[in-house]
């Protein structure tokens, strides 16, 4: 197949990060669960044989026990993680998931350990359940509320996969609306989600916003084919040319053939490109340096055994049109395109006569500049 190989390992390594977003999203669930459990046993207890002035000691978030431990270090951590963000980017897809799932674990932590040290100093075993009596009004509250709030988890686990596919871009109007229609859907629930506790006590009310969040769920799945259609279509306009994101794009068995997996540290005036393909439009992945210590004899070392086809453009006349743009998005492209030596690892074409679907592996150099790129595009 013409699109095979490259856009399915490709995809396979995408489907892998992706997979780890789950499970990390998965546990971030969790802990958010843990964390309302923990709390529901944390909050205003009532223990049978203390009176309620004892009893107040075991409220864990109003000790100052838990204050000391939970959120001193949780605030040196966030402006700790402030000082390595270098833009917006680093802020959404970095920060702020790995922080919040960092300060999730530590608040889970803190609840057990306040507890279990505000127990002990009142002589109270937690084991003995028969003494103690929790909050039955925040448990309503929660059956009250739990399928929009459902709905709002998995909403934002959703939305967090769409949105981490724009990883990269640039910071346009376009990468905002990506992160809109991404989290629209949560915010919605999430709206309803807070509806639903504010009405609680209001049983009609709260039936009319679980029963819009009934009639929306069944939506979604239309909702979601527009918005991946939608977010498709804005990242295929809008490349990804920032070389800070060439490990988070370019990766997997089939494009590291050809691809550093890491650019050098010494090469100079290095330029990324990367757009996926839409409909009719190819994906093109581009990669371009100077490298001082290339010489053609290293160069020729590295690629000479996998090349299918060794030259210049000009002199390649297998297939009609496969290397038309060979050299697009580089410096190179329609100037000194035949100072490159082209070493062609893949290449594969329709049978139209022209190859209007096809794809290409190569990586080409420049013996009197210095000049290295990697080039793979699929169409």
């Given amino acids: ?37 923990l709390g529901i046993k944390s909050g205003n207890i009532t223990i049978n044989n203390l009176d309620n002035k004892d009893a107040g000691k075991v409220n864990t978030f109003q000790s100052g026990l838990f204050k000391k431990i939970f959120w001193i270090p949780s605030i040196l951590w966030i402006l700790l993680s402030f000082l390595v963000i270098e833009d917006i980017l680093d802020l959404l897809f970095f920060i702020i998931p790995v922080d919040s799932f ?35 009004k925040s ?22 996969i769409l949105a981490y596919t724009s990883i990269g871009l640039p910071l346009n109007k376009d990468l905002f609306i990506i992160l809109a229609v991404s989290y629209f859907p949560f915010l919605l629930f999430l709206i309803i989600t807070l509806l639903c506790y504010y009405f609680g006590d209001k049983k009609q009310k709260r039936f009319v916003f679980k029963a ?12 979601y084919f527009i918005a991946i259609f939608t977010i498709c279509l804005l990242e295929s306009v809008n490349p ?40 009719q439009g190819g994906t093109n992945y581009v990669l371009y340096y100077i490298d001082r210590n290339m010489t053609p004899e290293k160069f020729n070392e590295n690629y000479k055994k996998q090349a299918i086809w ?21 410096p190179a492209y329609l100037k000194n395109e035949e100072d490159y030596t082209i070493y062609l ?4 074409c329709d049978n139209s006569g022209y190859c209007n679907h096809g794809k290409f592996l190569l990586a080409a150099y420049n013996e009197q500049t210095n000049e290295v790129i990697f080039s793979a595009e699929s169409w």
């Fill in 1 to 37: 197949m013409i699109h095979g190989t490259i856009q399915a390992n490709n995809f396979l390594f995408k489907g892998v990060i992706n997979l780890g977003i789950v499970i990390f999203f998965t546990i971030f669930i969790g802990l958010i669960v843990i964390a309302y459990q």
């Fill in 102 to 136: 960092l300060l999730l674990v530590w608040l889970d932590i803190s609840i057990i350990i306040t507890r279990h040290i505000l127990f002990k100093r009142n002589g109270i075993s937690s084991s003995n359940n028969e003494n103690i009596v929790y909050d039955e």
């Fill in 139 to 160: 448990i309503s509250k929660f059956k009250k509320i739990r399928f929009p709030l459902i709905m709002s988890i998995i909403t934002f686990l959703v939305g967090c």
């Fill in 212 to 223: 819009i969040a009934g009639v929306l769920s069944w939506l979604l799945i239309y909702y």
């Fill in 240 to 279: 990804v040319t920032n070389i800070k994101y060439y490990k988070h794009y370019v990766g997997g068995s089939e494009l590291t053939k050809v691809f550093p997996k890491k650019i050098p540290d010494d090469v100079e005036n290095i330029e990324f490109y990367y757009a996926p393909g839409i409909l």
């Fill in 310 to 330: 060794i030259g210049h453009k000009k002199e390649y006349t297998e297939k009609n049109g496969l290397l038309s743009g060979a050299f697009a998005y580089t």
């Fill in 345 to 348: 690892v893949e290449g594969e």
